[in-house]
């Protein structure tokens, strides 16, 4: 009965919370594919391992030609159950398990068609390119509908809360085993190919979860305040919040300004305090998402 109850929670209410779970779900086949054609297309061929689990079968794969998706699948089972019982049940299974399953039928099921329509580049910078680009959007359109493709991230989450172990340094130390046992098998050089793999990988991930910076943060310490205040307002037509600070050496009170500009209007910006205060102290950030009026709004990032 309990486990029902969570079912009738995670039902859409609305039509909107209809069309956000489809879109989803959606997400997650895409991403999955991406992830399988990158295995099928770029790494195995070329004995280049990525971490966790899908690397531990990829090593299986050279071996003992064990089939990829089927033994992720395998090695995924006890994880999975494992996040069921002690990560979150419902809330956590459903779209892990649905990502896991379609990954490993899509790795095994594109592996032929594409072994047939796509003669796999042996040129190391376009595999190990091409390889974790691929993989890094996959992941992140998987992350990004809320889902997981299990692995060792079950283990490293499980790890922190039973343990208290700090999840980056159990994913780094599960890893490194598996990059060691490549490294062993295949050749050191595989591994350095790994390494690059992951590191693009990981850099796809965040600009497919947060997006290319599109924007700068300015803060902005002037002693005429009020008048940049007027003419970011006026002529930019951008936001500002007025923030209270104090000076480190003075003591004295100093009114900070922060505002939120696109990268076309930076050179503007600068111009406009430069004009009104050549001796502001100004402090500029990129800045990975920016949501809310005059940019991008809150509903389309749900």
Known sequence: MHSMAK????RPRTLRQALVLVRDYLLIITGTVCIAVSIDLFLVPNQVVTGGVSGV??????????PVGVTVLAMNVPLLLIGWRFLGGFVFGIRTVVATIILSIM???????IGRIVQAPHEPLLYTLYGGVLDGVGVGLVFRARGTTGGVDIVARFLQRWRGIPMGRSLFAMNLVVFAGAAYLFSFDKVLYALLVAFVSARVVDVVLEGFSY????????DV???????????????????EGQGGYTGGSRTVLLTVVARSEISVLKAMIGEADPRAFVIMGN????????????????
């Open 7 to 10: 079912l009738r929670a995670l």
């Open 57 to 66: 079968a990829i090593i299986l794969n050279n071996t003992l030609h064990a």
């Open 107 to 113: 790795i095994d099921a594109l592996a032929p068609v």
């Open 215 to 222: 924007a700068q943060q300015a803060l902005i310490i002037s």
């Open 225 to 243: 305040p009020a008048v940049i205040q007027a003419r970011i307002l006026a002529e930019l037509g951008r936001g500002v919040t007025v923030l």
């Open 287 to 302: 800045v990975a998402e920016v949501i809310g009026e005059g940019f991008r709004p809150l509903s389309d990032t749900i």
